[in-house]
């Protein structure tokens, strides 16, 4: 016979009945009834037997004197014999019947001693800490039990109920004083930081799990950058916290409100503040490697001055260094259009500019390229509002222009001297060569009304081509101010 057990995680164990043992003692003493019953069943056909043969013992004696009842002695005989088979055949139920309850007897008790042992360690889920098994008896190491009131398997341990298992709690800031049980851990993930193990209720203090930084290296504003496992700061970069503008190469700022102070200084024959390259592969788009916006936005109106961009060329003050190079010995702005690959390039400029008015306002003076007035309380030898160098070198398959305007309709406004193969013009227009003037015959000459002041060239004139000149009225010769004739 076995013994099912059935424990349930949610709740304690029921105790076992003490009566258990005595149900078992019962069997057994039924079972052992049982066998003395039909031992004394036998036993009386025994005795009947006995008092058969006794019985036919008389019989015989008296056999001479009744024959009638030596027949009836016979079938007594007969009867006793019967009755023994039957008595030997109970005391063999006996002994078996002796043997199943011992069998039962020892089942019940391995069952009995199994679930005492069980009960001894596992001991279900209580809200409080046991403080006697299952079975009634002294707790011993060992047992364990899932406490619902902190939610973690116990053990008992040195006479002692411990937690077996701690757990490693997940927070957004630091664990609250209720949270987890003594032994667990709890990570803030929004801080990165460790708490643990929890002692005596509470939590002690956070271990940051990005490591604390070191000092800061060195002065106020420097801006801080690794160094081996350190911290270090340079003067080379400086953050104005104040006014959010961060200074490169410098510290100090003046009364321009910059975000981005660059100050550099070096002896190299190439050293640049700073430097931007980038390679491009736009595809079949456009690109640009540098892109600023300056967006004005006034509240009111103003009288300042406004720029998206300012480059300036400069020497530092009181500087006496000579700069002897014959080009480019001090440029504000250089700037470079190349070409290096072998593809062809349909439009090609060093500088563009591009005027563009897309509101409803009004610009009173607009200017693709303007050269303001000359600033100069020194000495300069030669100076050139525009100088345009050698530009026809390498083979080219037109003659190139130094200048050209293609607005017909556009004026060209030259207020001093202009000089046409001379650099020293005397009056206003000083050609030193020949010079060529639209041609026309006497019948094809424009009105003279429309054209006064102008010069043509007369190619058929009465004693030859003449050079002649409008005076509102007529066209006559510069040679004798006749008028013209076929």
């Known amino acids: 016979m076995g013994v099912k057990l059935n424990i349930n995680a949610e709740a304690e164990l029921a105790p076992v009945p003490v009566s258990l043992a005595d149900a078992i003692t019962a069997a057994q003493d039924a079972a052992t009834a049982t066998a003395a019953d039909r031992i004394a069943v036998a036993a009386d056909k025994v005795s009947s037997a006995a008092s058969a043969t006794s019985a036919s013992g008389s019989a015989s004696s008296a056999e001479a004197s009744a024959t009638s009842a030596s027949g009836s002695a016979s079938g007594?005989?007969?009867?006793a014999t019967s009755a023994s088979g039957s008595a030997s055949s109970a005391a063999a139920s006996a002994t078996s019947a002796s043997g199943s309850a011992s069998g039962a007897a020892s089942s019940a008790s391995g069952a009995l001693s199994s679930l005492t042992s069980l009960l001894a360690k596992w001991l279900g889920v209580s809200a409080a800490d046991p403080t006697q098994d299952g079975a009634g008896n002294p707790l011993v190491d060992g047992a364990l039990y899932f406490s619902s009131a902190v939610m973690r398997l116990k053990a008992r341990v040195a006479g002692a109920w411990v937690i077996a298992v701690n757990t490693i709690l997940s927070t957004s800031g630091a664990p609250s004083s209720g949270a987890g049980v003594d032994g667990d851990f709890a990570i803030d993930s929004s801080a990165g930081n460790l708490?643990?193990?929890?002692?005596?209720?509470?939590?002690?203090?956070?271990?940051?799990?990005?490591?604390?930084?070191?000092?800061?290296?060195g002065s106020d504003g420097n801006v801080q950058f690794k160094s081996g496992v350190n911290f270090a700061g340079s003067d080379g970069l400086f953050w104005d916290n104040l006014n959010g503008r961060l200074g490169i190469g410098t510290s100090t700022f003046d009364d321009k409100d910059w975000q981005l102070l660059a100050v550099g200084s070096g002896s190299s024959a190439f050293n640049p503040v700073a430097m931007i390259s980038k390679t491009i592969d736009p595809g079949t788009s456009g690109a640009s490697c540098l892109y600023t916006i300056g967006s004005f936005n006034p509240s009111a109106?103003?009288?300042?001055?406004?720029?998206?961009?300012i480059s300036w060329g400069d020497t530092t003050s009181g500087n006496t260094a000579n700069f002897t190079a014959a080009d480019r010995g001090l440029v504000g702005q250089y700037v470079v259009a190349r070409h290096r690959g072998t593809g062809t390039i349909t439009a090609f400029d060093g500088i563009r500019t591009w005027l563009r008015n897309t509101s409803s306002g009004t610009i009173t003076n607009a200017a693709g390229l303007n050269i303001p007035s000359l600033a100069n309380t020194g000495t300069i030898t030669n100076t050139y509002g525009v100088y345009v160098g050698d530009i026809t070198t390498g083979t080219q398959t037109n003659t190139p222009y130094s200048f050209y305007a293609s607005d017909a309709n556009a004026y060209n406004y030259f207020a001093g001297k202009v000089g046409i193969g001379t650099a020293t013009p005397a009056v206003i227009l000083d050609v030193d060569g020949p010079i060529c003037v639209k041609s026309y015959t006497v019948a094809t000459v424009p009105s003279a009304a429309a054209k006064a002041g102008q010069q043509i060239y007369v190619s058929n004139e009465v004693g030859g081509g003449v050079i002649a000149f409008a005076d509102g009225t007529n066209w006559r010769r510069c040679t004798d101010l006749a008028i013209i004739s076929a």
């Open 76 to 79: 007594a005989a007969v009867s």
């Open 301 to 309: 109106d103003t009288a300042g001055e406004h720029f998206g961009a």
């Open 195 to 217: 708490y643990g193990p929890k002692a005596g209720g509470a939590w002690p203090a956070a271990k940051s799990l990005v490591g604390a930084p070191s000092s800061p290296g």
